[in-house]
């Protein structure tokens, strides 16, 4: 069984709006979440992540929120842009610094 | 600029063929990982290896094996390939430990990908 989903396949957004890409888990163990950014015939690059101490970090255009309660995360991009373009993966470890995968979130950004 | 690089981008076997993946990495990272992509099941652990010689099995492991017998190089082995194990293979490696702003978990640096078909 996931122990992470990213429940939407792909997302559609317009350029300049905001994307909003979702993530929930599973194991309450994990304290620690990351997002990585993917282009085709690219390997997965690191985006931004969170520590569970937190319940929000910004980095520019992206912003990451992690609600603990409800084991979810999400990713917030604005303003979005045809460049962001790309599959997104979220990811969880533990206190063993393994990291779990999402099954990524195709974005599409149109101009 | 870091690199992880994979040697081969494209390869075709045939069922039953040996398949060899190698993986060489430039910044003394102890960690090394092997991971498929599939749609829709995001990047699957199958091997990685926390230091020279040292390896350990990730979620699917199952006709796969590894070798590192230097710390910058990871070989990722298909003893017999078959159609099942088409797929995207990433390797990628970490510094043991590693976190972006404090201790604690890894950040993966990736490499481009090979795109695996068995026919």
């Known amino acids: 069984d996931q122990q992470v989903k990213q429940n939407s396949p792909s997302l559609s957004v317009q350029e300049g709006r905001i994307s909003i890409l979702n993530c929930d888990y599973t194991?309450?163990?994990?304290?620690?979440f990351l997002w990585y950014k993917k282009y085709p015939a690219e390997g997965p690059t690191f985006l931004i992540s969170?520590?569970?101490?937190?319940d929000k970090n910004e980095d520019g255009r992206f912003t990451v929120f992690l609600n603990k309660s409800a084991k979810h995360l999400s990713l917030h991009i604005v303003p979005s842009q045809p460049g962001d373009s790309a599959v997104y993966f979220c990811?969880?470890?533990?206190?063993?610094?393994?990291?779990?995968f999402g099954g990524g979130t195709r974005l599409m950004v149109k101009p | 600029d870091v690199k992880v690089t994979q040697s081969s981008r494209y390869l075709v076997k045939r069922t039953g063929e040996k398949v060899f993946l190698e993986c060489v990495q430039d910044?003394?990272?102890?960690?090394m990982f092997w991971y498929r992509q599939d749609p829709g099941l995001g990047l699957r652990l199958i091997y990685f290896?926390?230091?020279?010689?040292?390896?350990e099995k990730g979620d699917i492991p199952e006709g796969y094996s590894v070798s590192r017998e230097k710390k910058e190089r990871f070989s990722l082995i298909l003893e017999s390939a078959s159609t099942n194990q088409t797929s995207m293979y990433l390797c990628?490696?970490?510094?043991?430990?590693?976190?972006?702003?404090?201790?604690?978990?890894?950040?993966?640096?990736f490499g481009a990908g090979s795109r695996l078909t068995v026919l």
């Open positions: 990628a490696s970490s510094l043991f430990g590693s976190r972006p702003d404090h201790s604690g978990a890894n950040v993966l640096t």
């Open positions: 194991n309450s163990m994990f304290d620690y």
């Open positions: 969170i520590s569970s101490i937190k």
């Open positions: 990811a969880a470890s533990d206190a063993g610094n393994m990291l779990t």
């Open positions: 910044m003394d990272h102890e960690n």
């Open positions: 290896s926390y230091d020279v010689k040292m390896k």
